[in-house]
Each structure stands twice: as structure tokens, then as C-alpha cells.
């Protein structure tokens, strides 16, 4: 029961870490502009054709891709 409560006790700080590790700090957000960018003159260049198209391209954005 000891061990049990011991090894929580190690775990919780690391675990608390690993949740406040992910913000975006300036680099990352220009990054995401220039990639939003680019992604708006490829459209521009070459633009989907038909709603199917346009709707993957809306899909693959918001999954990241």
C-alpha cells in the first residue's frame, strides 16, 4: 500500500509537467501564418475543382495535413 502511495506521489509531478509542456510561443504562431499563407496561394494557383475537392482540402486543414 506504501509502494502504491509513493509511486503516485512520483508520478503526479510528472505528469502536471507533460500538461503545461504545449504552448505556442511566437516562432510556432509565424510558422502557422507562413504555412496559412502558403496554403491560400496554392488555392489561388491552382483552386479546387468542384465542392468535393474544396471540402478534402477544408478536411485535410483542419486535421493538420
Known sequence: M???IVLAL???PLVVGLAACH????AE???ANLDKAGQNIGDALNP???P???AGRSIDRALGQ
Not at 23 to 26: A, F, I, L, N
Open 23 to 26: 504552448q505556442e510561443g511566437p
Open 10 to 12: 512520483a508520478a503526479a
Open 48 to 50: 479546387p475543382k468542384g
Open 2 to 4: 506504501k509502494r502504491a
Open 52 to 54: 468535393a475537392q474544396s
Open 29 to 31: 504562431k509565424a510558422g
